[in-house]
Every structure is written in C-alpha cells, then in structure tokens.
C-alpha cells in the first residue's frame, strides 16, 4: 500500500472514528498515538537530539524577553495542561526554534521571516502536551515552517487574511447572523482573532482542542476558518436575542469538537470553490493573502 493511500485511509479513520487515547505515555500524557499519528500528518520522521541541545546550549535569544513573559501564560486555565508541560519547556521550545529560525533558508518566491510572534507560545502547547520534548519542537517547528508560514509572520498577515475569509464565509453560511452582527458593528477582527491566530487552540477545553487539530492536521488547518463559522452559526440563536452580542462573542462557549467539525462540513458544502480555493491557500500563499487584505469590497 502506498504512502498516499495509507495517508487517506489515516484521514478518514481520524474523520468516522478519531484518535483514542492509549495506555502509553508522553510526557505523562495518555497521548502516544495521537503523538504519532500527529508526527506522520506533518510528515516529521527525523529528529536530532544534538541540534536540540546545542540550539538550547546557545542560552537566551534576542525574543528571549517575549517568549518568557508568553510562556507563564499559556493555557493558564488548563490544570491538565499544567501537570504535562511546565513553563521551562515552553521557553526551551520557543527559544530554540528562535535560534534555528535565523539560519532557516528564505524562499525563492517570497521573503518570509521566521521568529517569535504573538500566539506562538498557544500554538506549541498542543505539541508539547502530545509529545515528548525533542518531538515536539521538531513537530512544531514543521508546522510553523510548511503548515502555516503566513500566520506567523511579523505583521500576521495570514491571520488578519484568514479574518476576512471568515467574514465571505458567514455570509455565505448565515447571512441574516452575518447582518446582525454588521448591524451591531461587530467585526470579526474582534471576536474572532484569538481562535484564527491559534487555529482553535485557545478555545477549551484542551481535550477537544486535540480532537479539533487531528482533523484540522489531516485535512488542512484552513479549516478552522470554517470551524469557527460553525461555532458561530452553533451559537446563532444566542448571539440573535442578545441586545450585546460581544459579550457572547469575547469568550466562546467550551469547545465541542465533533458538533462543531461536522458543521463545518456542512458550511463548507456551501462554500464556493473559488472562495474554497483562497482558504486552502491563505495560510501559505503571500498572493492570495495580498489579494484579499486589499480587497475592499
């Protein structure tokens, strides 16, 4: 059987059954499978314990500051995140990826800068809960790099494109919550940065946080623009009779990752293949972002 073929078989077992916890360990966490299978999504087979160290070695880098002053911070709520990763593996993670990025070639086709931004201390969490250290740098890292290169940048360009594709797409999905909320002069810039920037990862609880990246992992993390419009359109009836709706919005209800995958599914029948077409491409393709940021309609 072929890679490709095992890699769909994978996908749709993760989409109809998901990834059960296993008896074995990482970090302290019941997540070995879900570790491994993260691990081959991302395409991540090789590791090297001595660029580790050595990146580590080389102490506190120029976003050191930053990436302290996140790390405390991350998944504060969380106890269960708490008791797997501790602050110091947040900041040897984060600060050697810091170190790594200054030395990782520059593309050909567009100049991306690789560093510590906002939110990237949200977006190793899950990694490090899932799997050991060393691993876990090398998957995020992976994921920064190849996944996502367009939401980490200085100015987040990614993010605030990913932002107006989910403003397309609640139109498309509900346009009389798409009205309302313009009528309310609710931009989605303002309830929804948090959960675009960190596909979902700042949405507890963080069990279904993991249930919600095996599939964003296999099928595109793109789609949590389109999760999100799922939460929205979940949250419908409440946000319609509230004369606040922003109090609704600043904290989204706990996260329900199979109610809320399979309205994505269903928002996303919806969706045409055009508009589809950006949102698979926004987070790594710097044209589709420019065409949309300076879209003013």
């Not at 969380?78 to 501790?86: I, Q, T």
């Not at 797409?169 to 810039?189: G, T």
């Amino acid at each position: 059987m072929s890679m490709r073929v095992t890699l769909r078989t994978l996908r749709h077992l993760i989409l109809t059954q998901g990834i059960p916890n296993s008896n074995s360990t990482a970090g302290g966490s019941p997540q070995g499978l879900r570790h491994r299978v993260w691990k081959l999504l991302l395409g991540v087979y090789k590791t090297s314990a001595d660029e580790y160290l050595g990146l580590v070695a080389k102490g506190p880098s120029s976003v050191f500051d930053k990436v302290k002053n996140d790390a405390f911070r991350t998944l504060m709520g969380d106890v269960s995140f708490g008791k797997v990763v501790d602050e110091g593996m947040i900041i040897r993670v984060l600060n050697a990826f810091a170190w790594r990025a200054k030395d990782y070639p520059t593309s050909r086709l567009v100049n991306l800068q690789f560093s510590y931004v906002q939110g990237m201390n949200v977006l190793a969490a899950p990694f490090l809960y899932v799997m050991p250290e060393l691993d876990a740098f090398y998957t995020f890292a992976t994921f920064i790099h190849h996944t996502c290169p367009l939401y980490v940048q200085p100015a987040l360009e990614g993010v605030h494109c990913g932002i107006k594709l989910l403003d397309k797409c609640l139109m498309i999905a509900d346009p009389q919550l798409h009205v309302f909320l313009k009528s309310k002069n609710l931009d989605p810039v303002m309830y929804a940065f948090p959960p675009v920037m960190t596909f979902s990862s700042c949405t507890p609880p963080l069990g279904e946080v993991l249930k919600l990246w095996d599939f964003l992992l296999s099928y595109g993390v793109h789609m949590n623009i389109l999760c999100i419009v799922g939460q929205l359109v979940l949250m419908r009836n409440e946000i319609l009779k509230s004369p606040s709706p922003m109090k609704i919005l600043r904290t989204f209800p706990k996260l329900d990752a199979k109610r809320v995958i399979g309205m994505s599914i269903k928002v996303l029948e919806g969706i045409p293949d055009s508009l589809y077409d950006m949102l698979v491409r926004h987070v790594f393709d710097a044209m589709v972002c420019d065409s949309v940021l300076n879209d003013d309609e």
